[in-house]
């Protein structure tokens, strides 16, 4: 058994002092309150008790010690009820009379408080006692001052005490109902954040994992291929340029296979049930701007072009990168703006970059929840696989925009220089 701690302020908190203040001057105040209330009304039968009267500092000193025990009610809640159900009993037989009842206001508080800090089942031996203890000192008051020990007053004692004990533990059991939902709650919500945080960690760490996988498996064995051609190439040069040529046309071969094994495992990532599929490139943003028309989004597609294809000098990961970050855009604004109009922007002038933007008004406020928020993490994991810089967030008018900014593997001019 542990013992009590020698100061109620090293465990009292502030819920334990303000009950313990409150009750104490409830039942200070109306002790002050009686010798009026006699005088108002000298045929109901009450005694005048002022401070002049030694019972009347016996009764405050009572209340006192109640509302001091209420202090240790959240380290031992149920010895605390019962010691100061205690009390009444001490009044009863040292100063019986109209004040006993004062001395029933700290067992109801600390009835309600017991109930709050403690589950019912370690109540279930308590309450019946204290009970009993108010029922008998009751009895025992209403006796010594002057009633007959009959049916009728244990009676009238009994229901005393089941009022003093039953209706705060009503309050009680209703209160500990609304907080256990509260925290219950509260535990819900933590609980569905944490999953969906490991959610979207498990995806990214998956979608990180197969890329970098199929893509080593790839480059590894497709490169180190290519390395031994360039090899031979570089002995060759001078000595057999004829085999030479032969190893620079095998040289290019490897590098479209390469090509062609990292547009499939792509496609593998993004959807398994499509393996032969093509990657989408920025070409077919067009389709997909018409898609998203058919589905009732109002979306304008702008394009900056120069005297060459679309996209030229971006690698088809990098054309891969732009088209899912469109799709996921438009997809964005028609979940959490829907009826804004959208606008996709390619410019495609910078001799060095590629731009792209995908921006809806602010027409209709964009809502950012309730949503599981993959959908940024995915566009910046698959931006960052190219070097590539993205950009998102709300706009002056209070739209949204999300802005890629993609480096070409080569630029226009070397392009241009290139033979046919």
Same mark, same amino acid.
């Given at each position: 058994?542990? +013992?009590?701690?020698?100061?109620?302020?090293?465990?009292?908190? !502030?819920?334990?002092?303000?009950?313990?203040?409150?009750?104490?001057?409830?039942?200070?105040?109306?002790?002050?309150?009686?010798?009026?209330?006699?005088?108002?009304?000298?045929?109901?039968?009450?005694?005048?008790?002022?401070?002049?009267?030694?019972?009347?500092? *016996?009764?405050?000193?009572?209340?006192?010690?109640? +509302?001091? +025990? #209420?202090?240790?009610?959240?380290?031992?809640?149920?010895?605390?009820?019962?010691?100061?159900?205690?009390?009444?009993?001490?009044?009863?037989?040292?100063?019986?009379?109209? !004040?006993?009842?004062? $001395?029933?206001?700290?067992?109801?508080?600390?009835?309600?408080?017991?109930?709050?800090?403690?589950?019912?089942?370690?109540?279930?031996?308590?309450?019946?006692?204290?009970?009993?203890?108010?029922?008998?000192?009751? $009895?025992?008051?209403?006796?010594?001052?002057?009633?007959?020990?009959?049916?009728?007053?244990? $009676?009238?004692?009994?229901?005393?005490?089941?009022?003093?004990?039953?209706?705060?533990?009503?309050?009680?059991?209703?209160?500990?109902? &609304?907080?256990?939902? &509260?925290?219950?709650?509260?535990?819900?919500?933590?609980?569905?954040?944490?999953?969906?945080?490991?959610?979207?960690?498990?995806?990214?760490?998956?979608?990180? /994992?197969? /890329?970098?996988?199929?893509?080593?498996?790839?480059?590894?064995?497709?490169?180190?291929? *290519?390395?031994? #051609?360039?090899?031979?190439?570089?002995?060759?040069?001078?000595?057999?340029?004829? %085999?030479?040529?032969?190893?620079?046309?095998?040289? &290019?071969?490897?590098?479209?296979?390469?090509?062609?094994?990292?547009?499939?495992?792509?496609?593998?990532?993004?959807?398994?049930?499509?393996?032969?599929?093509?990657?989408?490139?920025? %070409?077919?943003?067009?389709?997909?701007?018409?898609? &998203?028309?058919? %589905?009732? !989004?109002?979306?304008?597609?702008?394009?900056?072009?120069?005297?060459?294809?679309?996209?030229?000098?971006?690698?088809?990961?990098?054309?891969?990168?732009?088209?899912? /970050?469109?799709?996921?855009?438009?997809?964005?604004?028609?979940?959490?703006?829907?009826?804004?109009?959208?606008?996709?922007?390619?410019?495609?002038?910078?001799?060095?970059?590629?731009?792209?933007?995908?921006?809806?008004?602010?027409?209709?406020?964009?809502?950012?929840?309730?949503?599981?928020?993959?959908?940024? *993490?995915? /566009?910046?994991?698959?931006?960052?696989?190219?070097?590539?810089?993205?950009?998102?967030?709300? !706009?002056?008018?209070?739209?949204?925009?999300?802005?890629?900014?993609? %480096?070409?593997?080569?630029?226009?001019?070397?392009?241009?220089?290139?033979? $046919?």
């Amino acid at each position: 058994m542990s +013992a009590w701690p020698l100061s109620p302020t090293r465990t009292a908190s !502030t819920a334990e002092i303000v009950a313990a203040g409150v009750c104490g001057a409830l039942a200070i105040g109306s002790l002050l309150a009686l010798p009026l209330l006699a005088a108002a009304e000298p045929d109901e039968g009450i005694v005048a008790v002022s401070p002049a009267d030694a019972a009347w500092w *016996i009764v405050a000193a009572l209340i006192l010690v109640e +509302a001091v +025990a #209420l202090l240790w009610a959240r380290r031992a809640s149920g010895k605390v009820l019962v010691a100061v159900a205690l009390v009444p009993l001490v009044h009863a037989i040292a100063v019986p009379g109209a !004040t006993f009842s004062l $001395t029933t206001i700290a067992v109801s508080f600390g009835v309600c408080w017991a109930v709050l800090r403690e589950p019912l089942r370690r109540l279930r031996v308590v309450l019946p006692v204290v009970v009993l203890l108010v029922a008998g000192s009751q $009895t025992i008051n209403d006796v010594r001052s002057g009633a007959a020990l009959d049916i009728a007053t244990i $009676t009238a004692a009994s229901l005393q005490a089941l009022a003093v004990v039953g209706i705060p533990l009503a309050i009680g059991l209703v209160l500990a109902a &609304r907080k256990d939902a &509260r925290v219950a709650r509260g535990k819900e919500l933590l609980a569905l954040k944490r999953e969906g945080d490991a959610l979207i960690q498990a995806a990214v760490s998956r979608e990180r /994992m197969a /890329m970098s996988r199929e893509l080593h498996d790839i480059a590894a064995h497709h490169m180190s291929g *290519i390395a031994l #051609l360039a090899s031979a190439i570089y002995r060759q040069v001078d000595a057999d340029p004829e %085999a030479a040529k032969l190893a620079a046309q095998q040289v &290019r071969a490897q590098s479209t296979t390469v090509l062609d094994d990292l547009r499939r495992v792509i496609g593998l990532l993004r959807d398994e049930s499509e393996s032969s599929r093509s990657v989408e490139t920025l %070409a077919a943003v067009h389709e997909l701007v018409e898609l &998203r028309r058919s %589905a009732g !989004t109002e979306v304008e597609l702008v394009l900056f072009t120069a005297e060459h294809e679309l996209g030229a000098g971006v690698g088809p990961l990098g054309q891969l990168v732009a088209y899912r /970050m469109v799709q996921e855009s438009l997809a964005n604004a028609a979940a959490h703006a829907p009826g804004a109009n959208c606008v996709v922007e390619i410019d495609d002038r910078d001799p060095a970059h590629l731009s792209v933007l995908v921006q809806n008004d602010g027409a209709h406020a964009p809502d950012l929840g309730p949503g599981g928020g993959f959908g940024l *993490i995915g /566009m910046r994991e698959r931006a960052e696989l190219v070097a590539a810089e993205l950009h998102h967030g709300p !706009t002056q008018d209070g739209g949204w925009e999300v802005h890629l900014m993609l %480096a070409r593997d080569t630029t226009i001019e070397d392009l241009a220089e290139e033979p $046919t």
